[in-house]
């Protein structure tokens, strides 16, 4: 059923944030999606459902690793229906080429302009050794 957004099992094709790419294969990953939404001067994190045009998506990754220590790559493809916003994190870094450069945000071009956040294909982070778990979040925004 589709209200005003975007149906339930078109989300996950739409959202696409279930296969980020590791260095590693002793990695494990889950993918949590919330919207965010505003209430009486809160920010609220709901499940993702449905979604709009103009919702601001957070999708929040996790990892266990075997090994308790040891630096990998977390890469995670941005799907079409959305654009980056930011990570919770500042040293990310985005691409706006499938994946081929890598810079941040305001630095890359792309057609021999500035890259915006509508550009990003890929975003990436350096997971350093810091104990077998974590996460990292990022928003999007629903185009």
Not at 82 to 104: F, N
Request: glycine content about 10%; hydrophobic content about 40%; aromatic content about 6%.
């Amino acid at each position: 059923m589709t209200i005003r957004g975007i149906a339930l099992g078109a989300l996950a094709a739409l959202l696409g944030t279930g296969a980020p790419a590791l260095a590693q294969s002793d990695v494990r990953l889950g993918t949590s999606v919330f919207v965010e939404r505003s209430s009486d001067n809160a920010r609220i994190l709901e499940p993702a459902t449905r979604l709009s045009p103009g919702d601001r998506v957070v999708t929040v990754l996790s990892w266990h690793r075997d090994a308790p220590s040891g630096r990998f790559v977390l890469t995670n493809p941005l799907p079409r229906s959305v654009y980056y916003q930011g990570s919770a994190s500042e040293d990310e870094q985005v691409s706006a080429d499938g994946g081929r450069t890598w810079g941040k945000l305001g630095s890359l071009r792309i057609a021999g302009r500035l890259a915006t956040p509508e550009d990003v294909t890929h975003v990436r982070w350096q997971i350093a050794a810091s104990g077998p778990n974590g996460t990292i979040a990022y928003s999007a925004i629903v185009r």
